[in-house]
């Protein structure tokens, strides 16, 4: 005797993947995470990159950056670390000869993007606000590899409300934050920027780890510390997504962290996600957001659950236990 | 060369002894793999399902269909002992051909390709290109290991025609000390007898250093093989970065290289 | 040619792994991490607990308490999630019915506790280090898990200062203090404590997240949170061992945080750990600390370190790359 | 009774289809699971690296010798789905024997074993002893699961001599619908004959929660075998926590079962 939940599967064609983030429509919730798409052309020879909800660039900075010394990345226990140092081709570049590739695509393009400081990242977002075919920007307030300053930008609530307004006003696109995993109290953060304009947040942005050589007693990246990623973090991220979710029910969040599968991508929806990025899976499958996309769809099929819309939050408390009565 | 990424079954997966092993990788249809030139490289990664996250680098040894190609591994950390274990029909998915090869020998310069333990595939795949190309008289095979069981595939090598120059550093086969012995001598004969030669090296950093070195000294051409940690493999992670000399400071050892001209390399 | 380091190997029985924690001596820097080991009895079957350089017990609060409703633990990528909820017997059954076991055993015993409120924690401090056997209090300022208050504990470093030097001052028994990894800044928090006389820092406890189980629509865990422990963890762990170790290198620390080898063991050592903690390693091998003591013995003895002391923050930059040149 | 942390290796491991597997596993000298009784567990992991991190539970199916015993496993996860694949001479980690047995037949009163799909282990077991102790008719095996294909080990069963009550689900075997049809059947003619009869049940919650209401509204003494998720099986995580009445709201599967007193535990 089993109780099966009466599972109304559907066909999975029948459901609709399409959500709405911030007003803007997309054909899936699934999208290509900063820095691990590069700026795409890569992967066309992969897969075809029009069925992707979208696609977050790789971050960009006002001037070119050359980034770190090597070695840039190591792997960990379900999970890698990266300290390339936000290497990138800076905002002229990146309008001139990566942007027109991109926006043929038909598939939501968000550039990820940071300064050095407050008038740079103002700067850069005006400008790249300004790209034709960019549907919004997505502000990297957590630069774990840039070494001088920055860190108060991702981690002191009044400092990211300040920088998110700024450029907020500048800005002719909506602008969705990206958060520091670092920060002590995340709410507070998604709060901070919320209020200062923000048109939602990007939960979680690499955490800061680092691991060691013992051979040749040496850290392992060059620059000591790394950001971690992967299947690792995934409890973690979808943690603070929920958290965000809870505390503001009204802030669309793009959940990112170690997700492999469209069960991973279902379950960061449930906590409140409206998309979902993957990032680090991409580097050992390219199409691995096709792959996640179809399993998904099926997945709410199976569940009956007739579109991504409907999986958004729908969360539900374990229920409670039977009281204590002494026997 | 356009990459792919496919599925392939383990064909064969044979043992060499002091932990090298050949595996070879035979898809259900035709991969643009079995295109690969000497220097190309695959990223390989098994059904391990969330702890070995990323693929690892192994260049072509020899691709002998459009469906079936060989790498030469040896066990180094968990992903290579993996891949040496793996058993007839286990799956494995494949990234590739990426990179940049070695550049084909020029007419009237002899290529003295340096291999150093598990460096050896692509210089073993350019030896046999050549060959196959009834230019085995333009290569040369300098191969080193620190002792016999570090030298493998010596019979396929011989069965190519290059002339084999060995060294180990106990000196269980051939000169006795490290490649760069032999290589000097062949250096010497070869500026007596004014004869064009260019390197072409892959091994440990140390060997490749020294191979720079000398070429820089001697200022001889020189391609480089390098390795470095790797994520993607296809140009979109900048985890490979290898130090350059020019106007940027880093290239990528899986876009730009893994072939590099020794002067562009910037080693101290 | 292959630049082999002149590895001076040793015989393993020649390498010494005794440390000094905060000045007490133990035979090998190897613990037992407090709520993997209970109270220690049903280890005794698997392995010998004398070989041990120290274990810690469960958290103890001043009254027993009964922790979470089911389910309390769920398995994350190389990691798990749990929310025990603290449950322990409480001081009175502690000093009676578990201590006289752990006293026993020839091994260094720190006692792992926590309060609900300042005065209790203050309470427990001062009746647990009177305990005969108790070498050391560990306190635990993290509970992820009691839900009413007590966050500030351990994320405030003002509020961990006040309740360290309220605790040091009533203890028979130095006081290492146990750190979260989900405050913001962990060295200031190290700071706070080791300015309010804690005599080191266990770093870290778990790192708060979540799982959702997609086809009930419901958190994996009763409480919806629970604390991240194992390998995943680890680079975060190390990383924050060595920003405390740097920033206060007179800080003993205790490394905790997915120890499942030796070389794992040897990673916190050299990023400055004195002692490091083993905890959800045992529950897959029960004899892991026995395994992890000998690979660090042999491992220390293969790279020529001659003693566990010898490794302690021996972690190099690494060189530098050579100028860059036009060609 | 002691439990001991060894390796073991593959001996056989066996697909019965339907997902389900009897697993053989062998150690190198004699360990305490020989001597394990109905409801004992043991705790497996196979050499999987960091993921997986922690070991399943098992309830012993069968031991025949010192040094070998059997599980009967149904894939699930991740981590029975490799326990379900391990090959020969391929070594798992195991912990065992663990937990609070089954209470033997006493007699007089007849015990009806419950088995739901993959719950069959224990209960099968206690019929194998129950048997070889000459009592096999001390105790008849209701079984039920979804289809044919859900019932398994049946041979075995039927040669233990136990009279045996099937049901399944799509009724192409037994009874169709769930076991606990033939049981109030079963029951009903108990109390008509006024037999004294006891209920061991192990299977899905549901069908645990449906035994255990029968039980109690028939004051039938019931011996119910629980999962819950595990991360140590011998008491020291405190995390597979289970509802009880008494002055502990808590008793742990591993160690204060996995078998319960029906009226003990505190379900809805
Ligand atoms: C272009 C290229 C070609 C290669 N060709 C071969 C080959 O033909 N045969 C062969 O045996 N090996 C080759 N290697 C090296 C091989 O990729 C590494 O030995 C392998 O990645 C080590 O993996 P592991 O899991 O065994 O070791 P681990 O040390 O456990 O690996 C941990 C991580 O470090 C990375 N890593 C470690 N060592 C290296 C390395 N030397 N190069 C790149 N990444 C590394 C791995 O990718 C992995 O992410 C090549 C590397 C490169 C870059
Ligand atoms: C005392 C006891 C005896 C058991 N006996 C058997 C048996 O004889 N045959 C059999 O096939 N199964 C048995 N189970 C259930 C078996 O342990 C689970 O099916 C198995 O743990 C699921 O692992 P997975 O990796 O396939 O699934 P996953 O869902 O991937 O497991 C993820 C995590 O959840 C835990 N988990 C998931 N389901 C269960 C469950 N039902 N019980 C406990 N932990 C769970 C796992 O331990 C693991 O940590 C028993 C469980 C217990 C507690
Ligand atoms: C190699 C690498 C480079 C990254 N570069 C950026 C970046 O430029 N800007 C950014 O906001 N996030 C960057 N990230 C973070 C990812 O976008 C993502 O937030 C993080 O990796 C977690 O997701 P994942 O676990 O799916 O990889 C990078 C991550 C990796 C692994
Ligand atoms: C089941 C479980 C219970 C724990 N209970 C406590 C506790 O009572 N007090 C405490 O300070 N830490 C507790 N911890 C945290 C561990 O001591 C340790 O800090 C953490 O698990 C990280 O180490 P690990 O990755 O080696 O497990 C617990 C961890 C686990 C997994
Ligand atoms: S390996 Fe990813 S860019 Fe080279
Ligand atoms: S499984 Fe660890 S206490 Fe029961």
């Known amino acids: 005797m089993s109780a099966r939940e009466p599972a109304l599967s559907l066909a999975p064609d029948a459901v609709d993947l399409a959500v709405d983030f911030a007003g803007q429509p997309l054909k899936s919730p699934l999208l290509a995470a900063s820095g691990c798409f590069a700026y795409g052309q890569q992967f066309a020879e992969f897969c ?34 990266n300290s390339i140092g936000l290497e990138n081709v800076g905002v002229d570049a990146f309008l001139a000869d990566k942007l027109p590739f991109l926006r043929g695509l038909g598939v939501a393009v968000w550039v990820n993007f940071f300064g050095t400081d407050f008038e740079t990242y103002v700067d850069c977002a005006r400008r790249l606000s300004r790209g034709d075919g960019v549907d919004a920007l997505e502000m990297n307030i957590s630069c774990p590899n840039i070494t001088k300053g920055g860190i108060e930008f991702g981690t002191v609530p009044e400092v990211a409300h300040r920088l998110t307004r700024a450029c907020v006003e500048v800005s002719a696109r909506p602008i969705v934050v990206k958060l520091s995993p670092n920060a002590g109290d995340v709410v507070a953060m998604a709060q901070a920027v919320a209020e200062a304009g923000a048109a939602g947040v990007s939960v979680i942005n690499t955490i800061t780890g680092m691991a060691i050589d013992v051979r040749s007693r040496r850290p392992r990246l060059a620059t000591t510390y790394g950001g971690l990623s992967g299947p690792a973090i995934k409890p973690i991220a979808l943690r603070m997504v929920h958290q965000i979710a809870r505390a503001l029910p009204h802030l669309p969040i793009s959940g990112i962290g170690g997700v492999m599968s469209g069960e991973d991508a279902l379950e960061f929806l449930m906590a409140g996600a409206t998309t979902v990025q993957v990032g680090t899976a991409l580097f050992a499958e390219p199409g691995a957001i096709h792959r996640i996309t179809q399993e998904l769809r099926d997945l709410l099929a199976e569940l009956g659950i007739p579109s991504a819309r409907a999986a958004i939050g729908v969360l539900q408390p374990l229920p409670a236990e039977a009281p204590i009565r002494p026997r | 060369m356009p990459a792919a990424h496919f599925t392939a079954a383990t064909a064969a997966n044979r043992a060499l002894g002091g932990g090298y092993f050949v595996l070879e990788l035979e898809a259900a249809e035709d991969t643009p793999v079995g295109a690969a030139q000497p220097g190309h490289f695959v990223m390989l990664r098994g059904e391990w399902g969330r702890d070995l996250l990323n693929p ?70 350019q030896a046999r290109v050549a060959a196959a190309a009834g230019l085995h008289t333009a290569v040369e095979l300098l191969y080193g290991g620190r002792s016999a069981q570090d030298l493998v595939l010596l019979d396929q090598a011989r069965d190519f025609g290059v002339r084999l120059h060995l060294a180990t550093e106990d000196g269980s086969v051939g000169h006795r000390g490290f490649i760069t012995g032999p290589l000097l001598a062949r250096l010497d004969r070869a500026r007596e007898a004014a004869e064009s030669v260019e390197l072409l090296a892959c091994g440990p950093t140390p060997m490749l250093a020294a191979v ?8 001889i051409p020189a391609q480089l093989c390098l390795e470095e940690n790797m994520a993607c493999g296809f140009g979109v992670c900048l985890g490979c970065a290898v130090p350059v000399h020019g106007p940027r400071p880093y290239a990528y050892c899986c876009t730009d290289g893994p072939v590099f001209d020794a002067r562009e390399v910037r080693w101290p």
């Open chain 2, 212 to 219: 720079r070195r000398i070429a820089l000294d001697r200022d």
């Open chain 2, 56 to 125: 690892r680098a192994f260049s072509v040894l020899a691709a002998p269909s459009a469906r079936r190609f060989a790498i030469l591994g040896k066990i180094h950390g968990r992903g290579t002992a993996r891949l040496g274990a793996l058993r007839v029909g286990e799956r494995v998915a494949v990234t590739g051909p990426l990179g940049r090869p070695f550049l084909s020998p020029r007419p009237g310069t002899t290529q003295l390709l340096i291999a150093g333990g598990v460096g050896l595939p692509p210089l073993h795949m």
């Open chain 1, 48 to 81: 075809d990159l029009g069925r992707l909800g979208g696609l977050v660039t790789k971050g960009i900075s006002p001037l070119p950056r050359h980034g770190n010394p090597a070695p840039r990345i190591c792997e960990t226990a379900a999970g890698m670390l």
